[in-house]
């Protein structure tokens, strides 16, 4: 493989006209779209409109005018074709950690007789923090376990299952269909949290029947810093399950503003108070640009780029420390790639300093994100050589990069 190699594989990309889409910095190879995503150009446009036109000049009657109202759901209708759901079964508001325990507290009053949820520790920390949460004001059990133990601590007293598609660290994927028929055949509900999935890998939550699901729209979704996240629930669940979070935009008349709640038979009563209308504006245009793409070949460039770049980095790389984490093949990860190194903190460093962005995991993990709608095969090429010669030159050593600073 040479960089012409490389750059042939770009020349017949049928995602390449993407780049465009986006207002990136020159200079810079962003491998962490799976962290936060770029700017969408068609986003700062869609926020000027909604800032100008919809509140500056429309003011109030733009909760009509402009859709507001139902922005969650249109948004949430948008999202359900990425991920395999009906158009009434998403719901876009509030922020993965929330719809988390909004959905969790769901599933216990879905399976009232039922009162532990089961989980896996080493997951991205705020799912198993509001688990956590959720079981101690609902006087349920958590029980957090190695995942290779999860499916076996499913029995008759278990309400749900909360697992992470595809790991924050490691990159490796449950079989969503496998392990949703596992879990469902001892009478438990499956939730999946999405995060590192919707935008990047294929998802058929129905498919699956996968019960419910929550998503983060920030990263390859491309929805902006703090973008509203998304919730999951299956038709079949959505006249019974109960949020806790009953605030007036899940009630079935919020403008009848009567005096006891009364929950909406729909997605909707999944929905808690008054939605972050520019918030939406900017990740409606990160998914309508994701929507022209066809989902089969964003996934296949995707997992194009990661084999590329794990190939590199062990060939042209050997023998300076890295280690794969997690599974090799394509079919059993998502799209970023880690490599274990005790300098990793150090190396991130010092390949932002060239123009390498990448991000740094605990305790010892260099995480690269390979977002298939803006990355190129050449850029893969280049970042690889950038960290054969941080690493050759021990670059990595110097002090300044040793520091830590707040957000890693
Ligand atoms: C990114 C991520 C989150 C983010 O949660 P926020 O509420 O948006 O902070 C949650 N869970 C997983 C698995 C993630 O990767």
Redesign the pocket.
Known sequence: MTRADAEALDAVDPLARFREAFDLPAGVIYLDGN?LGPLPRAAAAGVERAVRQEWGQGLITSWNAAGWIEAPQRLGGKVARLVGAGPNEVAVAD??????FKLAAGALSLRPGRRTIVTETG??P??VYVLEGVCAMAGATLKALPPEQVLHAVDDDTAAVVL?HV??KTARRWDMAAVTAAVQARGALMLW?L??TAGAVACDLNGAGADLA?G?S??YLNGGP?AP?FLFVAERHQGAIRSPLSGWMGHAEPFAFEDRYRPSSDIRAMLCGTPPILGLAALEAGLDLQLEADPRAVEAKGQSLCRLFIDLVERRCAGHGLALTGPREMERRGLHVSFAHPDAYALVQAMIARGVIGDFREPDIARFGFSPLYLSHAEVWDAAEILRDVLETRAYEAPGFRTRSAVT
Do not use: M, R
């Not at 922020?95 to 988390?100: I, P």
């Open positions: 962290s922020s993965t950690s929330v719809n988390l997951n991205f705020t799912d992470t790991h924050y949290d995060c590192h929550v983060c920030y990263k703090g996240a």
